[in-house]
């Protein structure tokens, strides 16, 4: 008798557990997103908040994303915000992902990138081919990778068109691949994230900045300080991002909608930056027209640049050999894949 009970008693558990589970994924679900740039930013306001639009529609309202309206942390703290909890989906700049990962830091390898629609799907297809299995990033779920826009120099006084230009001179920079190339060119630089740049450019303490597009220089406010934009083929470098979200968010999400969100990610985020490349186009021809030259940088200057940034691309194929990855076939891989995919 007593044993008859406490197997009653047991599938009894057994079926309410199991309908509990149920409960959990039927219930809706708010997602709290941090974008450290700011709500006014492009990538805000033509991407992400387009983006968590369509989650909530493509769930049916079970899955909704909230924006923070200010940043809740330090952009070198993404990463730590979601998988501490404070904060469920985020993107991090791969300079501060750094040194734990390093694969995707192959989009801001030098002379590699074309716009930004084209490099962001390039990311992912490279990342899905070449670089998912290594899971440098195993606390998180990696919902997409985008590049943004790439970056020219910005002359805030004289011409910087040649190596002599660059001796000497004071520079802002992003963290990374831009900040080293320019050290190397014997600059004095300043490395800090964008949404410091403007503190730095508009104090009066560097002559030239780089590492972002017109239309971020814009958006940061630090273009009106440029007179000259110089491009360089194929680019010095693009800053890259991964979006991630918290592991147990996401397996708090029902399996039918995370294939609802994943089908509006990875790619389909990606090809959403063609947003970004459109604003460009307007950016700079706004800046034009407000009397800023922007000019191909020279082909000896372009050449020497090159030579600087030799030294990055081998470092990057060690990092990639040291994780069993054919370095050579993903970079080659993610060139073809920015060009096919530019337009």
Known sequence: MKTRRTITRSLVALSLAGGLTGLAYAQNQTLLMNTFIGINHPVTTQIFKPWADDVAKATEGRVKVDIAPTS????????????KGIFDIAYQFH????????LTNVAHLPFVNTTSKGSSIALWRTYEKYFAKSNELPDVQ???MFVALPGPIFAMKTPINAMADLKGTRMYALPGVPARIFEAAGAGVVAAPAVRSHEVISGGTVDSFAGY?????????TLQ???HVYDVPGHLSA???????NKRKWGSISAKDRE???KLSGEALSARFSAYDIIEVKARADAAARGISIQQASPAFIDELRKLAAPLEAAWLADAASLGVDGKAALQFFKDEAVKNAK
């Open 260 to 262: 609802a969100i994943m």
């Open 142 to 144: 990696v919902l997409g």
């Open 225 to 227: 300080y440029a007179k």
């Open 213 to 221: 597009s017109v239309m971020d220089a814009e958006a940061f406010k």
């Open 239 to 245: 800053p890259a991002f991964a979006l991630f979200i």
């Open 72 to 83: 809740l942390a330090a952009p070198p703290q993404q990463l730590d915000g979601v998988t």
């Open 95 to 102: 300079g501060f992902l750094a040194p734990k990962v390093k």
